[in-house]
């Protein structure tokens, strides 16, 4: 890759941002996103920059380098495909038994609307953005929480009830005294 003098002409741009299976809900991280940058110029350019993940109340959850190689460039009147993880560990598979999922889910906890914004940079001054929203929704923990929760409220009623009457007991044996 030897740059040569010459009219240097650096045109080019994101030609897609999505997730990478294409889902807009998901139940847990990681999130795989892809994007694709297609070189539009007469000579090679390394796209650099950031995806920055926001959750729903606008605050910072992740800032990921998008080129970490910092060695993948993208030939004249070419496209190519950029992976970008938002999280670290693999979730378990889809047949993975259920509590394995409710385990994951609890220990990468997101919940909410998210805003991936993706902005890189390229050449001398190229510029290219794109953003978009997700939601995790991780209903499988969730659903552990919401039974949790049934069982106290319906044992809280119960000891109440229980209690109740022996209060009625002991003032009608009380009375009767």
Known sequence: FLKVTGTVKE?????????????KVLTSIPVD??????????????PEGEL???NMLGMETSKIDV??????NVLPASTRRFEVRYGTADAPAV???????????????????????????FGDKGQAT?????YIFPW??????VGVLLVVILL??????????????QARAAAKK
């Open 33 to 46: 996103f892809i994007y694709k940058f297609k070189n539009e110029g007469n000579d090679r350019v390394k």
């Open 130 to 134: 794109s953003s978009l929203k997700f």
């Open 140 to 145: 499988q923990l969730l659903s552990v929480i």
């Open 95 to 121: 047949s993975a038994p259920f509590f394995d999922h409710v385990k994951f889910q609890k220990n990468n906890f997101a919940l909410g609307m998210y805003s991936a914004n993706l902005a890189l940079s």
């Open 52 to 54: 920055t993940i926001k």
């Open 11 to 23: 045109q080019g741009g994101l030609s897609a941002f999505a997730i990478k299976d294409g889902k």
């Open 156 to 169: 809280l009623i119960a000891l109440v009830k229980h209690y109740n009457r022996w209060i009625i007991k």
């Open 67 to 72: 080129n970490k190689t910092k060695g993948d």
